[in-house]
Nanobody, 119 residues
Framework: QVQLVESGGGLVQAGGSLRLSCTAS????????MGWFRQPPGKEREFVAS????????YYADSVKGRFTISRDSAMNTVYMEMNSLKPEDTAVYYC????????????WGQGTQVTVSA
């Protein structure tokens, strides 16, 4: 059974940094894609960034390009997201998710971690 466990959220002032982690277990993720999503208060969930387990190809939402960096440690089955120059509008519950690279939708989701950026 696939499990995703996020950690690293918290409260930070605008301009600060946080690093989120997501540890995956339950299968071989070689041909999988790991994504980070977020859901701001009162809004729909939105894509933030993704990375392929094999090859480390990355994609970013325009709103976080140049500020967030997604990376992975395949040996640890862990994906990270370094978030710099945080803004109040980055406040959200952040979720990691994974899917096969051939899939259109993400099949497995973590429980989420709260990130709050104060002005």
């Amino acid at each position: 059974q696939v499990q995703l466990v996020e950690s690293g959220g918290g409260l930070v002032q605008a301009g600060g940094s946080l690093r989120l982690s997501c540890t995956a277990s339950g299968r071989d993720f070689t041909n999988y894609l790991m994504g980070w999503f977020r859901q701001p208060p009162g809004k729909e969930r939105e894509f933030v960034a993704s990375i392929t387990w094999s090859g480390g190809v990355t994609y970013y939402a325009d709103s976080v390009k140049g500020r967030f960096t997604i990376s992975r440690d395949s040996a640890m089955n862990t994906v990270y997201m370094e978030m710099n120059s945080l803004k109040p509008e980055d406040t959200a519950v952040y979720y990691c998710a994974t899917k096969g690279v051939w899939r259109a939708t993400y099949d497995y989701w973590g429980q989420g971690t709260q990130v709050t950026v104060s002005a």
